[in-house]
């Protein structure tokens, strides 16, 4: 069972806005920075937002990323087939003192 | 563009040591400003991080593996390792190495991973 705990799936027609939640504590969300991760099977998981809502360069500003206390989201908007993918959030646990990952959120574009 | 690429035996006996190497390529690993991590997925799961190592040689590991991961460098072949002993089936998992920066506090560049299968 994952430290961060995402909905395993979400879904959404093409150019809908959807959203994704990643929830944890105060010694991982509630205390440190929170990153977010684009994985399609077979390919290495990309980079989305970091420190946040930082997005690195060639991120399309569809991406946009917020936290919030001990919970953090990811929302895409206009839907592109192109996004079905994994998505994971992660941050640092200082009572773990190590990296924590959510279980994934399947997105899948109608 | 940087580059990590994952390789090692893809079946490893239960019981004995999982050898994987990372060989980066479009950077140097001898870099300050960067860690070089490990993190795997096992089937159907979500991610696991496992420790990284810092240009200086230093490691962090996750604390549930530590007993059994050694993360090493090799800055003259611009690659980094992992070795995990004793390995079971629960071992098996895709392994991913990773870039992290230090100024983003984040892992920036993957690989693409690689599944190992621990067996008996």
């Known amino acids: 069972q994952s430290v961060l705990t995402q909905p395993p799936s979400a879904s959404g027609p093409p150019g809908q806005r959807v959203t994704i939640s990643c929830s944890g504590s105060?010694?991982?969300?509630?205390?440190?920075?929170v990153n977010w991760f684009q994985h399609i099977p077979e390919t290495a998981p990309k980079l989305l937002i970091y420190?946040?809502?930082q997005r690195p360069s060639g991120v399309p500003g569809r991406f946009s990323a917020s936290k919030s206390g001990t919970s953090a989201s990811l929302a895409i908007s206009g839907l592109q087939s192109e996004d079905e993918a994994d998505y994971y959030c992660a941050t640092w646990d200082d009572g773990l003192s190590g990296w924590v990952f959510g279980g994934g959120t399947k997105l899948t574009v109608l | 563009q940087l580059q990590l690429q994952e390789s090692g035996p893809r079946l490893v006996k239960s019981s004995e040591t999982l050898s994987l190497t990372c060989s980066v390529s479009?950077?140097?690993?001898?870099?300050?400003?960067?860690?070089w991590g490990w993190i795997r997925q096992p089937p159907g799961k979500g991610l696991e991080w496992i420790g990284n190592?810092?240009?200086?040689?230093?490691?962090d590991y996750n604390s549930s593996l530590k007993r059994r991961v050694t993360i090493s460098t090799d800055t003259s072949k611009n690659q980094f390792f992992l070795t995990l002993s004793s390995v079971t089936a629960a071992d098996t998992a895709v392994y991913f190495c990773?870039?992290?920066?230090?100024?983003?506090?984040?892992?920036?560049?993957w690989g693409r991973g690689t599944l190992v299968t621990a067996s008996s």
């Open positions: 190592v810092y240009y200086s040689g230093r490691t």
């Open positions: 990773a870039r992290f920066i230090q100024l983003w506090f984040v892992f920036d560049y």
């Open positions: 420190r946040n809502n």
């Open positions: 105060d010694s991982n969300i509630g205390s440190n920075t």
């Open positions: 479009g950077g140097s690993i001898k870099s300050s400003s960067y860690q």
